[in-house]
């Protein structure tokens, strides 16, 4: 089929209509028309790196821009706008327009005259970018692509203990896969991170403070990308103070009626209030039932248990560590028996802290037993589970 095309620039979706005049008799004509499954872009003017475009916005309309990109550092887009007041998105999609459904990312808000987002390690071919409003007036506004340089942003938490190892967020910019994170003080003192890498925008760094007597005192940040040898320093961006404890805090919640038999959701709330690093612990869930049944989290498997077990994991960074603030919420669908009785659960963590009375032999047959997922495959449960090890020790309370 051979169709025109359109005389306007712009977003276009081909609609295909089978007998529109109803020239043949058809009972069910509800299965004759059908969209296309992606977009057609006709030519969206282009928008590249230091060459700005701008334009006029409008209420429930797209103003979508082409930018051909290369392999390189980040890209950083960036809406500015005079005039324009209420709800904005600023949405970006590798090989097709995005939608309000699909994108590769966005980022919206109400009354912003800015609006940032990044491509990390942009790929060669075209990226499309979208501006839409759902309300306010319209108005003017400017899009602009520029490569970004290799930066620290910030780091989080800024403030740790000497007492032990503390892991922090690293943010910023064009960090390469190999990059290695240390920290330098007043006294030429430097300690060389553990890096856990997560994106060319994010780096987790665990410092071992204890083993190198590191005195308290700022310390400047620096990433260096060995490959090329590039680095970049953050001054007194961490706060090492003497001391510091582990301190793992966890509470729990769940409605306070329900029907016999029905689901509801146990939401746990947990993390890291000291000063350095905290393993993760075991949750232990105990109910006055035997036949509870709980949702291991991450799967659709049940277990009917009276005792329910799992790990309290960081989801971000590495996963058997909770640094320094760090707080996680988890919610564990749980249904309940049949039965018109009370259900009530407890919580007890343990493995978190050397005082939480756990200084007991851990069985680790045991433990995989009660606490891996028959979906968990061996490449994901053995590196977690011997790293693991590695942190508590043979004791629950080492």
Known sequence: ?????????????????????????????????GFAAGA?????????????????????????????????????????????????????????????DEYDDRVTGSNLEEQQLRILSPMDGTYYVGLYMTSGADGAFTVSAERTELEIARVEADR??????????????????????????????????????????????????ADANAAAGAYDVVVVNLADGEQVKLPGALSVVD????????????????????????LVEYGNTGLIDVSAPVLTFTSNHDDCKWMIPGTEDWVERKVFRLLGLSSTGPVTVLRPGQTETLVIPLTVPFRPEPVTISLFSMGAT?????????????????????????????????????????????
């Open 354 to 398: 050397p005082t939480d009375g756990s200084n007991t032999p851990i069985d680790w047959v045991k433990f995989e037993e009660d606490v891996r997922s028959a979906r968990m495959c061996d490449e994901r449960w053995n590196p977690a589970l011997a790293n693991l090890q590695e942190q508590i020790g043979p004791n629950w309370g080492d």
């Open 243 to 266: 001391g510091g404890e582990a301190e793992f805090n966890a509470s729990l919640s769940m409605p306070g009626s329900t029907r016999p038999g029905r689901v509801m959701d146990v």
């Open 1 to 33: 089929m051979t169709v025109s095309a359109p005389e306007q620039p712009g977003v276009y979706y081909l609609y295909v209509l089978a007998d529109k005049d109803d020239d043949v008799g058809d009972p069910s004509r509800w299965n004759n028309a």
């Open 160 to 209: 740790v203990g000497n007492a032990g190892s503390a892991t922090v967020l690293v943010e910023g910019d064009n960090f390469a896969p190999d990059a290695q994170v240390r920290i330098e003080g007043d006294d030429d003192k430097v300690v060389e991170a553990d890096v856990y890498y997560e994106s060319p925008a994010a780096l987790y760094a665990t410092f071992p403070l």
């Open 40 to 100: 057609l872009a006709v030519d969206l003017p282009a928008l590249s790196v230091q060459d700005p475009v701008t334009g006029e916005a409008s209420r429930n309309q797209w103003r979508y821009f082409r930018l051909d990109a290369t392999p390189g550092n980040t890209l950083l887009l960036t809406r500015e706008a005079m005039g324009v007041s209420g709800q904005s998105g600023l949405y970006v999609r590798y090989g097709a327009p995005p939608t309000l």
